[in-house]
């Protein structure tokens, strides 16, 4: 099995950048994805694979990734950006199982 | 435009099993360049991947509801469907259905999500 950490809440001043993390060993060979959930909603993916976007995300969400740590990056975090954010990747068996981090509350001050 | 709905009672009673649907529209759930999963989220907490299944019928569980779970699949109908036993009150959850890509190359994402619905294990 695979376990993902991330930081329960982040803040960060409006304009401003900020950088979500998700750790695990399973990151050291494979992808993470990232998605955004606003309260009530669906999550939406924001970023996957070594970094793409789907249609419509903005151009200030990154992904980057190092060891065992995968990154979101907000750059000029606007109002809008205040949710939840998950990651998501491989079990570390390799096997076509998934898990997801426990989500960090991004506060937009 | 691919949307995917899911469909259940939103009231199912302990020890019993809980039945859901996803109705694919707008594409076909026998494409293979997709699986189709299902996800949940108790009030108040994160995410859980429950399990995904693959056009042809080939399945994959979360380790941790295995036991428990049954995912199947309707290419006739589009639709796939998720059943879970024995449940109880920690089942009580939002569930999501969701298109999920998955490459090779480790392109994995879940890119497409239905509304969720509510589930409530109480008598």
């Known amino acids: 099995s695979s376990e993902l950490t991330q930081d329960p809440a982040v803040s960060v001043a409006l304009g401003q950048t900020v950088r979500i993390t998700c750790q695990g060993d399973s990151l050291r060979s494979y992808y993470a994805s990232w998605y955004q959930q606003k309260p009530g909603q669906a999550p939406v993916l924001v970023i996957y694979g070594k970094n793409n976007r789907p249609s419509g995300i903005p151009d200030r969400f990154s992904g980057s990734s190092s060891g065992n740590t995968a990154s979101l990056t907000i750059t000029g975090a606007q109002a809008e950006d205040e949710a939840d954010y998950y990651c998501n990747s491989r079990d570390s068996s390799g096997n076509h199982l998934r898990v997801f981090g426990g989500g960090t509350k991004l506060t937009v001050l | 435009q691919l949307q995917l709905q899911e469909s259940g009672p939103g009231l199912v009673k302990p020890s019993e099993t809980l039945s859901l649907t996803c109705t694919v529209s707008?594409?076909?759930?026998?494409?293979?360049?997709?699986?189709w999963g299902w996800i949940r989220q108790p009030p108040g907490k994160g995410l859980e991947w429950i399990g995904s299944?693959?056009?042809?019928?080939?399945?994959y569980y979360n380790p941790s509801l295995k036991s428990r779970v049954t995912i199947s699949v309707d290419t006739s109908k589009n639709q796939f469907s998720l059943k879970l036993s024995s449940v109880t009150a920690a089942d009580t959850a939002v569930y999501y259905c969701a298109r999920e890509v998955s490459t090779v190359t480790g392109l994995d994402a879940f890119d497409i999500w239905g509304q969720g619905t509510m589930v409530t294990v109480s008598s």
């Open positions: 707008g594409g076909s759930i026998s494409s293979s360049s997709y699986y």
């Open positions: 299944i693959y056009y042809s019928g080939s399945t």
